[in-house]
């Protein structure tokens, strides 16, 4: 294990110093990379931040936190200790040793996996980019900056792998993931929830519970990779994702908690007045990151899924842990489909339907964050609750992108999907009352009034502390 190198250029435990050629290729990158972060990383500015800056990789002390300048936050490339007896857990080339280098016959697949990956990291950046401006509070405003030096560094991730393994291609490719940007009309970003605005903080919270959730599934499947080094950087990338879970669940908790709060207090079910968000909103909004959330884990069946299950390019959420033969070449799995224009299930080849295995899980763990906010309102003593739509409600991808379903999944005509989807998705009224509620709160210790104050504060230190020190 090379211990992490912070005299570089390039902080990094992957022995660049002795690559010079890759060197040369990554620090001829770093400026493209840097110039991008101005013009489309965090808008606000701020003289320093605390941050979590990695700087290695064992299970204890792998983060170092002090008030840095974002500008010089030094993104590095990490990627978890290698276990010289690994072998491929799944799929034709089980119980094989892991892979070193890139086979020639999944070169063009692995690296799709990583573009797509890559696309994903400084999209969300991008999206998040005019947040700062109104956050409800230095506490918040830092966590804000957290999720986008670490989203920039999960660039470098996937950059580092189509540089050290996919040559001219793949520093093209490099390029590319720079000249992409969310939302453009030319040249937009690839998968569709990374074209969405994140325009305010309630979306922003949604967005970090429901998106980068799906990060963390599909980073948990490429974990189970083949090819060690993409296996390897997931793992890592893995262990700072739990922060960008934290802020999302705790975000909406808190928003949940100071609802509740407020409808208690004025014993009324609409305390927009009292300057809170109406839980019908929340859960319009909860709709919305949700669905487009689901549309990210592909088709209910996919061919290209199964051919990357079988090359052992991309395993199953939790793979070693699943008791059946890891290669499913004779079983079967019922997906979600569309039959004879009704809602149903279909017996589909186990392999095909790995979307579908995926999204379950990850279906399974957003109820998991829904329970917690059910929690907050039972004990709050009211009545309402709120609950995950229908997985075939407002889809683009796959077996329900051509129809139209309520939340609680009935099918329904384009006519009266065009009269009611208002009352199921966010609609300009609700967008311009919950940004209308976002003023900034750049006080130290102070909080904006629709939403509670966090449980604890970050490493130790408590709400008040000054996490971020502005220009
Ligand atoms: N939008 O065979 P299918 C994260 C395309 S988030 C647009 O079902 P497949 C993060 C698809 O490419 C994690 N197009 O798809 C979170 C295919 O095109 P071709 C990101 C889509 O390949 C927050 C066609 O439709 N990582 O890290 O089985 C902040 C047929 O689809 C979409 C990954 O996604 C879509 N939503 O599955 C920061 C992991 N879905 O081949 C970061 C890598 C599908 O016909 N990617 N299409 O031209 C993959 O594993 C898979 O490619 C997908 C799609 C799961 C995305
Ligand atoms: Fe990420
Ligand atoms: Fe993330």
Redesign the pocket.
């Given at each position: 294990m090379t211990t992490p190198d912070y005299g570089e250029k390039i902080p990094n435990n992957v022995g660049l110093r002795d690559d010079r050629r890759l060197q040369r290729a990554l620090e001829s990158w770093q400026p493209n990379f840097l110039s991008w972060w101005q013009s489309m990383g965090p808008a606000l500015n701020t003289k320093d931040v605390y941050l979590r800056t990695a700087v290695n990789v064992g299970r204890e002390g792998w983060a170092h936190f002090a008030h840095v300048p974002m500008k010089d936050y030094r993104w590095g490339i990490f990627l978890a200790e290698r276990d010289a007896q690994r072998t491929i857990a799944f799929g034709q080339h089980k119980g094989e040793p892991a892979w070193q280098q890139v086979p020639g016959e999944y070169r063009a697949d692995l690296q799709?996996?990583?573009v797509?990956?890559g696309?994903?990291?400084p999209?969300?950046?991008e999206q998040q980019r005019n947040l700062g401006a109104t956050a409800p509070s230095l506490y918040d405003l830092r966590n804000l900056f957290q999720?986008n030096v670490e989203?920039g560094r999960?660039l470098w991730a996937m950059v580092y792998l189509l540089h050290a393994y996919f040559g001219r291609d793949g520093r093209e490719e490099a390029e590319e993931l720079l000249h992409r940007n969310s939302g453009s009309e030319d040249a937009p970003r690839?998968?569709?929830?990374?074209n969405e605005e994140t325009p305010d903080w309630l979306s922003f919270f949604m967005?970090?519970y429901f998106?980068?959730?799906?990060?963390?599934?599909?980073?948990g499947?490429?974990k189970e990779s083949a090819f060690d080094p993409l296996s390897r950087t997931c793992e890592f990338?893995l262990k700072e994702?739990a922060h960008?879970m934290m802020v999302g669940t705790t975000g909406v908790d808190r928003v949940v908690e100071r609802t509740a709060q407020l409808m208690t207090e004025n014993d009324t079910d609409d305390p927009t007045a009292y300057g809170a968000i109406p839980l019908p909103v929340i859960q319009k909004y909860l709709n919305f990151h949700y669905s487009?959330s689901l549309?990210?884990?592909?088709?209910?069946?996919?061919?290209?899924?199964a051919n990357?299950y079988t090359a052992g390019l991309?395993g199953r959420w939790m793979e070693e842990r699943r008791k059946d033969d890891h290669q499913l070449t004779d079983h079967s799995i019922m997906v979600d489909a569309l039959i004879e224009g009704q809602i149903a299930q279909s017996e589909v080849a186990a392999l095909t339907g790995?979307?579908t295995d995926?999204r379950r899980e990850y279906i399974a763990d957003c109820q998991s964050g829904v329970n917690r906010w059910n929690k907050i309102l039972a004990d709050a003593g009211l009545p309402h609750r709120l609950k995950l739509p229908h997985v075939a409600f407002n889809r683009?991808?796959?077996a329900f992108a051509g129809v139209q379903a309520t939340p609680d999944g009935d099918l329904i005509a384009e006519d009266e999907w065009a009269r009611k989807q208002r009352n199921w998705l966010p609609t300009e009224v609700d967008k311009t009352f919950v940004r209308s509620l976002m003023k900034p709160v750049h006080e130290r210790g102070k909080i904006a009034a629709w939403i509670a104050p966090p449980r604890n504060g970050i490493n130790g230190k408590p709400f008040d502390y000054d996490y971020v020190h502005l220009t």
């Open positions: 799709r996996l990583i797509i990956q696309d994903t990291e999209a969300s950046v999720v989203e999960h690839i998968l569709g929830a990374f967005f970090t998106t980068d959730r799906d990060g963390k599934y599909q980073l499947t490429l990338m994702e960008h487009v549309d990210l884990f592909g088709g209910e069946t996919s061919t290209n899924v990357y991309k790995l979307n995926l683009k991808v796959g």
